[in-house]
């Protein structure tokens, strides 16, 4: 694929320094999930990728090893800019949480009794939970249009959330049975 292509409706391709920065902020700014915010901050605001794109980037990031989001800086840096993009996005995006996490670890120890604070990360679970299904919701709107897609999306759901197929198997299933059928079209 062309970076024209990518780059949706930018006259160049992000630089190193604007891969570092703009995952920085996404470093900086998702706390609780950074997902929602990657796809607001790479697809609409930066435009960097289309939603296709983002989707099917996304799909390849969480069938690897690893974060997600750190899979996705590293395909995104890839892109654009090469094994220099790469490590660019990659330390841009883990930065600052890395500083955050070491300094409020020491703040925690100190006060992770209290029931304020037990209270306090007990409403940031929930927030991150709509966060995710809210991105979830984003995500789908690409696939409507694509009836064999929805098909997968369903059987993924109902495999892993009902009938409790372990991750890696609904996907390697899924994958096969989607590749054969696209082939097929082909």
């Known amino acids: 694929m062309n970076h024209v292509e990518i780059a949706v409706q930018k006259e160049s391709v992000p630089t190193c320094t604007e891969l570092f920065l703009g995952f920085l902020t996404l470093g900086l700014m998702g706390f609780g999930g950074v997902l929602p915010l990657a796809r607001k901050v790479i697809v609409e605001q930066r435009q960097w990728l289309s939603p296709e794109k983002f989707t099917e980037l996304l799909?390849?990031?969480q069938f690897l090893p690893g974060g997600n989001i750190i899979?996705?800086?590293?395909a995104i840096g890839i892109e654009f800019r090469g094994v220099r993009g790469a490590v660019s996005s990659l330390i841009g995006l883990i930065l600052a949480p890395t500083v955050i996490v070491v300094l409020l670890h020491?703040?925690?120890?100190q006060f992770q009794d209290n029931l304020m604070v037990k209270h306090l990360f007990e409403g940031l679970g929930a927030a991150a939970a709509g966060l995710l299904v809210a991105t979830g919701l984003k995500m789908i709107k690409p696939l409507l249009r694509n009836p064999i897609a929805m098909c997968v999306v369903v059987a993924a759901i109902v495999c892993i959330a009902f009938l409790k197929v372990p991750l890696l198997l609904t996907m390697l299933i899924l994958l096969a049975l989607y590749s054969s059928i696209i082939w097929r079209r082909v």
């Open 106 to 109: 020491y703040v925690y120890e």
């Open 59 to 61: 799909g390849l990031c």
């Open 71 to 74: 899979n996705l800086s590293v």
